[in-house]
């Protein structure tokens, strides 16, 4: 055990940071990155309807922020901009990916696990990935790669792309697990292949029906997006995947408990397809999306008991977070809708996934430092892109020129030190916004005003939009043309953010 006190968080971190000197000892680094889940979808963000006492304590004893932000308001480039420090919507072909796509991390660039290894971490990810893996199509039948660990992972377990997306097996390192050499697997996501049925054909051995897509190949009596064939041995079982990853992320820690380690475990839950373990089937009384809100809650659980039996907690910085806001309906009539049960995913806040509106990346952010902290909630603005220049000064590195070219160093606000965070940030929905102290600006753009499939609004307009944040979080009226000065500022902002490569100080 390697107690980090106050004291080392309060002085000597930063001034080891000031002089480009590693800090000793390092803390842990814990993770924790969930799918789907909405500023309103936890206890201490305000849900009534549904249970999260897990997080709720994780919050009362640590820091609580009420503007913290995913870099985008979906999944892969949410990810591709935590890992890199560089907004997504910079880069072609950081979009949501196939399950069958290439890796989009170029080898060598500088990511969270790469500058944390180089610090002397064990480096793991467990969970989701969805960031594409080896060179596109890849042979699942052989070495997978380049992925996680040729972009600074030291061992990863992970669900290749979602829930909802063929294969359906996991990768642990660079090979499938479980994957039987005489039942090869074979992947497409242009055409049927193989004789495995598809949704499409055979709704009758479905034990959840599509809403919209996803009738494709049906593993495991539910219908993914594209086709797959083979690996029966090594097909995961949805109801088990919590369990799965989440006994993954704590043998990584068991593993490495006697030196620093990273862990970045990214939850399945609470992506579609939803399917609670038996033990969280029917227990939240708000239908199967509270189940696993529940059953991600207990994945917490599991992470902080695992830190508290080995004596690991006031080692460790843990972070709790989302890769974007809430969807309801997002492929599948599983009851959602209407079993919501007056449970507000968003909270106060208007949109969802998908939005340009504030429940698109406005999301729970919770983190306990470590050490002793004074318990707290702060509305210091800060993204999620930000923490590869905060782990960079946490352990004492100086990022380079090239590295992290939209993140900034809050770590003086991640640890409690500070209520101030960022001085602006950009939100990304398709189309971009700007939030700088009380303003939010959105781009004009073109497209629905409600996105059909989901039910979501858009927050897509032919004109400008400005909201006053801290009159109106909802973002119910627009001011612009009462501030047509305070547009012309956050749209020449944001054009010259656009222009210019690199945003960060």
């Not at 390092?26 to 549904?50: F, M, W």
């Not at 006492?53 to 009362?60: R, T």
């Not at 119910?476 to 547009?487: C, D, G, M, S, Y």
Request: aromatic share 8%; proline share 8%.
């Amino acid at each position: 055990m390697r107690r980090f006190t106050n004291h080392l968080s309060r002085v000597l971190l930063p001034l080891a940071a000031a002089a480009g000197l590693a800090a000793t000892p390092k803390p842990n680094i814990v993770l924790i990155y969930t799918d789907d889940v909405g500023y309103g979808d936890v206890g201490c963000y305000g849900a009534t309807r549904v249970k999260t006492p897990n997080i709720d304590k994780l919050a009362a004893g640590g820091l609580r922020f009420t503007n913290a932000h995913s870099p985008s308001a979906t999944c892969t480039p949410s990810r591709y901009a935590l890992l890199t420090g560089e907004y997504a919507w910079r880069r072609k072909g950081t979009g949501v990916l196939p399950g069958d796509a290439k890796l989009i991390i170029a080898p060598g660039r500088e990511t969270i696990p790469s500058l944390l290894r180089r610090a002397g971490y064990a480096t793991g990810c467990v969970g989701k990935w969805h960031l594409g893996l080896g060179e596109g199509h890849p042979d699942w039948n052989g070495e997978i790669k380049p992925g996680p660990l040729e972009i600074g992972f030291d061992y990863a377990f992970i669900m290749p792309a979602t829930g909802d997306r063929v294969p359906c097996v996991f990768v642990e390192n660079h090979r499938v697990a479980g994957l039987d050499p005489a039942d090869p697997i074979q992947v497409s996501y242009g055409k049927q292949i193989g004789g495995e049925p598809t949704g499409r054909e055979h709704p009758e051995l479905l034990k959840v029906k599509p809403s919209h897509g996803h009738d494709n190949t049906i593993v495991n009596g539910i219908s993914r997006i594209g086709f797959m064939s083979g690996g029966k041995s090594a097909r995961w079982v949805d109801e088990d995947i919590a369990d799965t990853l989440t006994r993954k992320a704590v043998t990584f820690i068991e593993q490495h408990r006697d030196r620093p380690f990273f862990l970045y475990f990214a939850t399945h839950d609470i992506h579609v397809p939803r399917a609670p373990h038996a033990r969280f089937a029917g227990s939240s009384g708000c239908g199967i999306r509270g189940d696993v809100i529940q059953q991600l809650d207990w994945c917490v659980g599991e992470i902080v008991a695992t830190l508290d039996r080995l004596k690991l907690t006031d080692d460790t910085l843990l972070v709790f977070t989302s890769d974007n806001g809430p969807v309801v309906d997002d492929g599948y009539r599983d009851g959602a809708v209407e079993n919501l049960n007056g449970h507000k995913p968003g909270g106060p806040l208007r949109g969802g996934k998908y939005s340009a509106f504030d429940a698109g990346t406005r999301v729970p952010f919770i983190v306990r430092p470590p050490g002793h902290v004074e318990p707290g909630v702060s509305d210091a603005l800060i993204s999620q892109v930000d923490f590869l220049a905060s782990f960079a000064a946490l352990t004492g590195q100086k990022l380079a020129e090239d590295a992290g070219p939209d993140s900034f160093n809050v770590l003086p606000g991640l640890l409690g030190e500070s209520k101030t965070g960022r001085d602006h940030l950009v939100e990304h929905a398709g189309i971009l916004s700007l939030i700088k102290g009380r303003w939010k600006y959105i781009e004009p753009g073109k497209g629905p005003k409600v996105l059909a499939n989901v039910h979501i609004e858009s927050g897509i307009a032919p004109e400008p939009q400005l909201y006053d944040l801290n009159e109106d979080l909802g973002e119910k009226r627009n001011v612009a043309a009462e501030h047509p000065e305070i547009v012309k500022e956050l749209a020449g902002l944001l054009e010259k953010l656009r222009d210019h490569p690199r945003s960060r100080p």
